[in-house]
């Protein structure tokens, strides 16, 4: 069965370091999604993406955090300048029709910043 | 701002006993309905979706929708133990998620 594959896990970083979340979303979807969720909070919408470029982004996404597709499979967000508060799941999803329903999630990446 | 609020939670009810869960949202212009599941430590997965007014079926589940009174809600029949988690009504193309209910079935 298809998947959306997230990389890495979990990554522990220092407070004012860049990171870079990656995301295989399912080959044949079209919409790609960033959410996040701090622990025990709800799942926050990031930014989504279509056809190279974004479509809509929360306030949440700001200059601090961008998104890009540097080939046909993978879908990265950065988050520069990491912050503690930016401690949180990133959930990657996908969907090849997001009229009619499924979005596909990956299993999360847990980044912790110290 | 498109908020979405659910009903506070947590919610239990005894195993077999019907689950209500309700969403309200702000965005009259949404045009899709979602409801998710989520496990503690998992990520979020579908349980179905609804873009008419009235009701949806699906097994144990229906969901039910209106959009005048801009709300949605889901009722579990018949509930599991296996059922509990942490539900979480979706709105619109960018699946803006609501703060999520969680619900306990007791054996």
């Known amino acids: 069965e298809p998947e959306v594959t997230q990389t890495p896990s979990h990554q522990v970083t220092q407070m004012g370091q860049e990171v870079i979340l990656r995301c295989v979303p399912i080959?044949?979807?079209?919409?790609f999604y960033w959410y996040r969720q701090i622990l025990g909070q709800k799942v926050e919408f990031l930014v989504s993406?279509?056809?190279?470029?974004?479509?809509?982004k929360s306030e949440i996404f700001d200059d601090q955090f961008s998104v890009e597709r540097p080939d046909g499979s993978n879908f990265t967000l950065k988050i520069r300048s990491t912050k503690l508060e930016d401690s949180a799941m990133y959930f990657c999803?996908?969907?090849?029709?997001?009229?009619?329903?499924?979005?596909?999630f990956g299993e999360g990446s847990r980044l912790t910043v110290l | 701002q498109k908020e979405v609020e659910q009903n506070s939670g947590p919610l239990s009810v005894p195993e077999g006993a019907i689950a209500s869960l309700n969403c309200t949202y702000s965005d009259r212009g949404s045009q899709s309905f979602f409801w998710y599941r989520q496990y503690s430590g998992k990520s979020p997965e579908l349980i179905m979706f609804?873009?008419?007014?009235g009701d949806k079926e699906d097994g144990r589940f229906t969901a039910q929708l209106n959009k005048a009174s801009q709300y949605v809600s889901l009722l579990i029949r018949d509930s599991q133990p296996s059922d509990s988690a942490t539900y979480l009504c979706?709105?619109?193309?960018?699946?803006?998620f609501g703060t999520g209910t969680s619900l306990t079935v007791i054996p």
């Open positions: 979706a709105v619109g193309n960018q699946f803006y």
């Open positions: 080959s044949n979807h079209l919409y």
């Open positions: 609804i873009y008419s007014n």
């Open positions: 999803a996908s969907t090849g029709n997001r009229n009619t329903g499924e979005l596909f």
């Open positions: 993406f279509y056809n190279n470029e974004i479509s809509e």
